[in-house]
Every structure is written in C-alpha cells, then in structure tokens.
C-alpha cells in the first residue's frame, strides 16, 4: 500500500474529503497517511477527524501520523508515493488581508484574488518559495513521488513545480467535473446531462466547454447560445453567473469557472467608471473576506460535529482519490488535469500551464492533444498566461520590474490604474508582506 502525505493537513474539511476518499477505495484503504502542518492545533483537529473516519468507515486499516512545523517536513515526506498540496501561505489574516485592503485604497477592487490579479500574483510569490523547499525535500527523500497540486495560483505554481523542479507535478482543480453540469441545470436542460459527451480545454479557471453532444450525438452549444443570450438580456432576479453566460453571448463559449472569479480576470466588468456593471452581473465584492469570516466562524461553531468520534464518509468527487487508483491499480481514469503545454494547445505558448483531457494509469498522467482552441478563446486564455509567466519569472529571479511588469499586464489592474500607481502599489503591497516574501531588488 501506497505513503500519502498531506500537505496542508490543517485544512481540515478539504484533507478530510481527499484522505477520506483515499479510506473509502479498496487499492488505497490500508495506506500509510502522514499529515504535515506548521499550525498544531489545526493538525491535531485533523488527526481526530480522520482517526474517527478511518475507525467508522474503514476498520482501521490506514495508519495516521501527524508531523508538525518544517523541521518535521521531510520526514513527513519520506517515502512518499503521492503527495497533495493543500496550504495556504499567509493564512487569511495578514495576507489576504493584505491583498484586498492595499488594492483598494489604489481604487482596485477585487472579489476572490487567489488567481489573477494582483491577489493572485501576490499569492504565488509567497507561495513558490515554499514549494521550492517542498521539492527540494521531495528530490531528496521521496524523489518519484507524485505532487497533487490543489492549491491556487494553479496555473502559477503547477507551471513553476514542471518547469524549475525535477518533481512529477499534476494541478487539479473542481471546475472542470463540475461544469457543464452546472451550466445545464441553471438554463433548464437537466434532463439532456445523462450519457452527454463533453470537451474541456485552456487554462485553469478559464478552460472552455469547447463540445456537448447529448447521449444521441445531438450538437448542445447552438441551443446553450440561445438559451444564455436570454438570460444575459432579460435575467430573472435571482439569475447567477451572469458573466459566464455574457462569455457565451460574446465569445461563443462557456468558461469552466464561475462568474466571481472571472469578473475580476478580464478588464470588462469591475470599472470604476461604469459602477452600474456590479449590479448589473451581480459581481460580489470582496467576495473571498467574506467567505473566510463565514469559514472561520462555522467552524468554530461546528467543531464539535466534525470532531464526532462517529464521523464517517462517503468518497466525494475530488479526482485526488482516483488518480491515485488508477496508478496503484493500472485501471485507466480519465481527468481534466494542469500539465505544461507541450504540444497541446496549438495556439498557446509551450511554457503555458494548460488545463486538458488527461489519462492517468500506472504509467502516469498521459495528456491529450487538444489542436488549437478558437482564436478568441486563446485570445483570452493568452491575457492571463502572460501574468502567469511574468509572475513565475519574478519568482525565480527576485526582479521588483518583473512583479511591476505582471500587473501592469493584468487586464483588472491595467484597466484601471497608471503605471505610476501599479508600481506605487506592488511596492506597498511588498513592504506590508514583509518577511512573507524574499527579498526583492
């Protein structure tokens, strides 16, 4: 039986979905689980948490042990099969803090900021560095180990792990199993989901629902147009994602993430000089504060639940699970996996981190050649990669102009502010960061 080692282990829902998963499948079930966090308390939540799991739910045949703070790391990660990645590097409170109140004393507002933007691109800096540390270990101790990136900037850090580390890096998101199925129930054609066929490809949190074909071969998209020009024109009150459908009307195609986190990706819909748009696509400001408060506060108030001795689990979709099933068992799976644009996309640059079809077996994460996407689909994908790759850029070279450049080419940020401001504000931004980032020069 496969090593799994959690990084991140004091996310406590989402490690306990992933590893719960992990108990609930026969080929993984007496795995040997070791859990790694710098925050002890949080970690032995989750110790709890999957202990009781897998006493309930699996008979206790996995073996758990917890490794606390970075002098503890590399023995978690000794002997790893498969690691997941799951930290977050600042916490809420200062960083993302950080992130959203600097931008907006500049006049630029944000709702999530964990992937583009400014948020995001201050989330990879402070990020990569600490997975630096991660694969210099994993070269180390557990050199063919796979790395199961779920946290954001996807594109950033997968990007950085494949191109700057020797490590066997996969990126995974919950956008792209979810998607048409979303798109489909919110516009009233549920009952077409069942045998549908489906092609998705770009870039994470903006991948393309580029084929739906219904179980008799029926073309879906020209019937999906119709229905989501309707909608953009004339949304009842309660209509949600009304930029992905506006994606639809204007360029063709639905857009795997939701409308909260690409109104912030495009220079389209938060403008200052058009504040009626906010209401108009019901865009949630400071959309991911909210959502941490909320987070924070129903923990606390759910402790007690989730730390039940009687928990038990039922296996989720998350792909981290199957993937690993499908390499320790050799029975294929099919995935929408963050791999690097080697001979993909067609029309997106060979360093892009690209998000397609991918088949996983014992031989690994086998991607599947795409062709080139419609041209103004790359168009759109090609205004995020070029801050992906700026921004990896700065991180491996700890250029301020290179931080300064990446912003500057954000399409919120440029569509917004001077450059005189974009570098007055990445240099607040990195002061207030202080000794989360390297030093910059």
């Given at each position: 039986?496969?090593?799994?080692?959690?990084?991140?282990?004091?996310?406590?829902?989402?490690?306990?979905?992933?590893?719960?998963d992990?108990?609930c499948?026969?080929?993984l079930c007496e795995?040997?689980?070791?859990?790694?966090?710098?925050?002890?308390?949080?970690?032995?939540?989750?110790?709890?948490?999957?202990?009781?799991?897998?006493?309930?739910?699996n008979?206790?045949?996995?073996?758990?042990?917890?490794y606390?703070?970075v002098?503890?790391?590399?023995?978690a990660?000794?002997?790893?099969?498969?690691?997941?990645?799951?930290?977050?590097?600042?916490f809420?409170?200062?960083?993302?803090?950080?992130?959203?109140?600097?931008?907006?004393?500049?006049?630029?507002?944000?709702?999530?900021?964990?992937?583009?933007?400014?948020?995001?691109?201050?989330?990879?800096?402070?990020?990569?560095?600490?997975l630096?540390?991660?694969?210099?270990?994993?070269?180390?101790?557990c050199?063919n180990?796979?790395?199961?990136?779920?946290?954001?900037?996807?594109?950033?850090?997968?990007g950085?792990?494949l191109?700057?580390?020797?490590?066997?890096t996969?990126g995974l998101?919950?956008?792209?199993?979810?998607?048409?199925?979303?798109?489909?129930?919110?516009?009233?054609?549920?009952?077409?989901l069942?045998?549908?066929?489906e092609?998705?490809a770009?870039?994470?949190?903006?991948?393309?629902?580029?084929?739906?074909?219904?179980?008799?071969?029926?073309?879906?998209?020209p019937?999906?147009?119709?229905?989501?020009a309707?909608?953009?024109?004339?949304?009842?009150?309660?209509?949600?994602?009304?930029?992905r459908?506006?994606?639809i009307?204007?360029?063709?195609y639905?857009?795997?993430?939701?409308?909260?986190?690409?109104?912030?990706?495009?220079?389209?819909?938060?403008?200052?000089?058009?504040?009626?748009?906010?209401?108009?696509?019901?865009?949630?400001?400071?959309?991911?504060?909210?959502r941490?408060?909320?987070?924070?506060?129903r923990?606390?108030?759910?402790?007690?639940h989730?730390?039940?001795?009687?928990?038990?689990?039922?296996r989720?979709?998350?792909?981290a699970?199957?993937?690993m099933?499908?390499?320790?068992?050799?029975v294929?799976?099919?995935?929408g996996?963050?791999?690097?644009?080697?001979?993909?996309?067609?029309n997106?640059?060979?360093?892009?981190?690209?998000?397609?079809a991918?088949?996983?077996?014992?031989?690994?994460?086998?991607?599947?050649?795409?062709g080139?996407?419609?041209?103004?689909?790359?168009?759109?994908?090609?205004?995020?990669?070029?801050?992906?790759?700026?921004?990896i850029?700065?991180?491996?070279?700890?250029k301020k102009?290179?931080?300064y450049?990446?912003?500057?080419?954000?399409?919120?940020?440029?569509?917004?502010?001077?450059?005189?401001?974009?570098?007055?504000?990445?240099d607040?931004?990195?002061?207030r960061?202080?000794?989360?980032?390297?030093?910059?020069?």
């Open positions: 039986m496969p090593k799994i080692t959690f990084m991140g282990a004091g996310s406590t829902v989402f490690a306990r979905n992933v590893l719960g992990c108990m499948t026969p080929s795995s040997e689980i070791a859990l790694y966090d710098i925050d002890a308390e949080r970690l032995e939540e989750s110790y709890i948490i999957l202990s009781a799991i897998n006493k309930n739910t008979g206790g045949k996995a073996t758990l042990k917890t606390c703070g002098e503890n790391r590399k023995e990660l000794r002997g790893a099969d498969f690691v997941v990645n799951a930290i977050q590097v600042g809420y409170d200062p960083c993302t803090i950080i992130d959203f109140e600097v931008p907006k004393k500049y006049g630029l507002r944000q709702t999530i900021a964990d992937t583009m933007g400014i948020g995001g691109i201050m989330r990879a800096l402070r990020t990569i560095p600490v630096e540390d991660f694969a210099r270990d994993m070269e180390a101790v050199p180990a796979w790395f199961l990136n779920y946290t954001n900037p996807m594109s950033m850090l997968t950085y792990m191109r700057y580390t020797g490590v066997k996969l998101c919950h956008s792209v199993q979810t998607c048409s199925k979303t798109l489909m129930d919110a516009i009233g054609m549920s009952d077409r069942e045998g549908r066929r092609l998705i770009g870039i994470n949190h903006m991948g393309w629902l580029l084929e739906l074909y219904d179980a008799d071969g029926t073309d879906l998209l019937e999906v147009r119709k229905r989501a309707a909608v953009v024109e004339n949304p009842p009150e309660n209509q949600y994602d009304l930029v459908y506006e994606y009307r204007r360029l063709g639905y857009c795997t993430e939701s409308s909260e986190h690409n109104a912030e990706y495009s220079n389209f819909f938060i403008k200052s000089k058009y504040p009626e748009l906010i209401d108009r696509y019901k865009i949630p400001l400071d959309e991911y504060p909210r941490c408060i909320h987070q924070i506060e923990w606390n108030e759910e402790r007690s989730y730390t039940s001795e009687n928990l038990q689990h039922t989720s979709a998350e792909y699970s199957y993937i099933e499908a390499m320790e068992t050799d294929p799976f099919k995935i996996g963050n791999v690097l644009n080697r001979g993909l996309i067609d997106l640059p060979k360093e892009a981190c690209v998000e397609v991918c088949l996983v077996n014992r031989s690994g994460v086998q991607p599947c050649i795409q080139p996407l419609p041209v103004q689909l790359a168009a759109m994908n090609m205004t995020e990669i070029n801050v992906h790759l700026l921004t850029e700065a991180a491996v070279t700890q102009e290179h931080i450049q990446a912003v500057m080419l954000d399409p919120h940020a440029s569509g917004e502010l001077s450059i005189d401001d974009i570098v007055k504000m990445c607040e931004l990195i002061e960061h202080g000794s989360w980032l390297p030093t910059y020069h």
